[in-house]
């Protein structure tokens, strides 16, 4: 388009140029032809040669200035100057060199030649061609062509018509000018190679061919896309359109302000290591191995070793185990967690989010979702809804239950039923796990006589009714805490008299520690032979350490003094002759 605004311009300027120099020459002719001559016949008239043969040579140089055999331009536009100055015809205005008698004559004529010139001026359509297509720089043929434009030929030095391309490529544009001040900004942009030290570069990379990446000089910092890549330990890795830096330099990336990640991405592939947005929990996605999607922020694992001889499933509730070393890395082994008691609380580690084969390593969660369960609870027959608090099972290893264990059961919380269903059922994991507090029940369920007066004995006993970490020891008379802390001893016992005839008699009751006697532990007894049983009981503080054991000794002044026990009637139970409790109460 400027190529022709310039040539239009120029045009227009020829034909001004051509208009001034058509006027000027009308103006000179008409002073030589009308002018003149009146000035010379308004003077007096001198009858002498000289100033004839004056006129007959002017008339004669006119003459011959007009009577060229090529018409001049002049001669183009007024026909009438192609006649000789002499011609009489019918034209008014002829002869060219007549004299007018008066000044009105004269205004008569001027006015018709006046007319005359202004009619011819309005035909000459600014003295030029109206029509490009013939110009003599117009090459017409590559003009007159639908859709084309008007540029320049500098080889021919004409215009030249040129094809309009809907689709110009990026070279066709680059070929006017490739630099610009203003920058670009486009949906998509591929390149061969960019050069630069990407500092104005953004943007993101969505597809690069195998075979084509981007490598960044270490020299001078130009980043290139399109070179095939080499192991030059500078550059990148295409496989499968996935960029990978390889042989990344020993030095600090960054400081990075932040990387954008499409949040309409659907995640579908399953290639460990790949990090993306799951648009569904708002958040990022960690492709682990073994097909497991760790979602940031809402997720906290623990990888942990298998080592119990069969697979963990996904949806085991596991616990600690112990630690190994098998694939060079310390890890802690995990094994399913039955909650009888048999393992503190404390063990608890969390739920399986994998299968996890024998003698390999997997991921166990402790915070967060466990997806592809059967969470109906029929494995356990049980029925399951949403929002059920689900526990450490007490009866079967790695299982949950919604019922609440009672002790000596471990009663560890740990999920909640968020989705039902046989195959794509949810749990939303996060154990809550209460520091254990040991205890134990035991009973002498037979009677128990004093052998010797004044001497001390300790009692054996042959029932445990309950016990969480506490526990029978080596012997039947010690107990035995599993941890430290600050317990309570309840000791209950029923004494009588072997005979009826006993007067009165004195029973004493202490506690041992690791064989050794508690200070201001003892309590007495007085006991009457005619009156019914008597019950001793009393309670005692003690500090313990983990292993320590307690003793419940005992001693008489009378040989008839016995620990009682008494069978079920027809209408109470049966009583022990002696019950002790070990409650521990602060760790």
């Known amino acids: 388009m400027t190529d022709l605004n310039e040539f239009f311009k120029l045009v227009s300027e020829e034909k001004k140029k051509t208009k001034k120099e058509l006027d000027n020459l009308i103006s000179d002719s008409f002073d030589e032809l009308f002018v003149k001559p009146l000035e010379e016949s308004a003077l007096p008239k001198k009858k002498n040669t000289s100033q004839l043969n004056k006129n007959i040579e002017i008339s004669e140089v006119i003459e011959e200035k007009t009577s060229f055999g090529t018409p001049t331009l002049i001669q183009k536009s007024l026909g009438l100057l192609a006649e000789p100055i002499k011609t009489n015809n019918s034209d008014p205005l002829t002869p060219l060199n007549q004299n007018f008698a008066t000044l009105e004559d004269l205004q008569k004529h001027y006015k018709i030649f006046i007319d005359r010139v202004q009619q011819q001026l309005s035909t000459l359509g600014g003295g030029g061609e109206v029509r490009l297509e013939f110009l003599d720089d117009v090459n017409r043929n590559s003009v007159k062509v639908d859709n084309h434009y008007l540029k320049f030929d500098g080889t021919t030095g004409k215009f030249v018509g040129s094809a309009i391309s809907t689709s110009q490529s990026l070279d ?8 610009s001040t203003l920058g670009m900004s486009v949906g998509v942009v591929t390149a061969t190679n960019y050069f630069g030290d990407g500092s104005n570069l953004v943007g993101v990379v969505t597809s690069i061919e195998a075979g084509i990446g981007i490598s960044v000089s270490q020299s001078t910092g130009a980043v290139v896309i399109g070179s095939i890549l080499v192991d030059d330990d500078y550059t990148t890795q295409i496989d499968n359109n996935v960029v990978s830096v390889i042989n990344l330099p020993n030095a600090v990336i960054g400081p990075v302000q932040g990387f954008q990640f499409d949040t309409t991405h659907e995640h579908t592939t399953k290639t460990p290591g790949t990090l993306c947005w799951n648009a569904e929990d708002d958040t990022l996605n960690i492709q682990h191995t073994n097909d497991v999607i760790q979602q940031v922020g809402q997720e906290l694992y623990l990888r942990a070793r298998n080592e119990t001889g069969s697979t963990i ?22 094994a399913p967690f039955l909650a009888n008691g048999t393992f503190p609380a404390l063990y608890t580690i969390g739920v399986a989010t994998q299968d996890i084969e024998d003698d390999e390593e997997g991921f166990i969660t402790v915070f967060g979702k466990v997806r592809d369960l059967n969470t109906t609870g029929v494995g356990v027959t ?27 059961n471990n009663v560890v919380p740990i999920a909640a039923v968020v989705k039902v269903d046989a195959t794509e059922g949810e749990i939303f994991v996060r154990p809550t796990i209460e520091q254990k507090y040991s205890y134990g029940l035991f009973s002498r369920t037979t009677d128990l006589a004093v052998a010797g007066i004044n001497t001390a004995y300790v009692v054996n006993f042959d029932t445990t009714n309950v016990s969480n970490g506490v526990g029978i020891g080596t012997t039947s008379s010690k107990l035995v805490v599993d941890q430290s802390g600050l317990y309570k001893i309840d000791i209950s016992a029923q004494i009588d008299s072997s005979s009826g005839g006993l007067q009165g008699a004195t029973m004493y009751m202490w506690i041992r520690k690791n064989g050794n006697d508690v200070n201001d532990s003892t309590r007495r007894q007085g006991v009457v032979g ?16 983990a292993n320590d054991n307690i003793e419940i000794a005992y001693a008489g ?5 016995i620990f009682d026990a008494s069978s079920a009637n027809a209408f109470a139970p049966s009583t022990a002759a002696v019950k002790v409790t070990v409650t521990q109460e602060v760790l």
């Open 172 to 179: 066709q544009t680059l070929s006017v000018g490739n630099t």
């Open 530 to 545: 005619a009156a019914p049983s008597t019950n001793m009981s009393f309670s005692v503080n003690i500090n313990l350490n």
């Open 313 to 334: 499933l996904n949806g085991t509730t596991v616990r600690f185990a112990g630690a190994s070393n098998g694939d060079g890395e310390p890890r802690i082994t995990a």
């Open 557 to 561: 002044d009378n040989t008839a003094l």
């Open 382 to 408: 049980e029925t399951w809804a949403v929002g059920d608090i689900l526990y450490a099972n007490p009866s079967v290893a790695g299982a949950l239950t919604k019922v609440k264990p009672t002790a000596p």
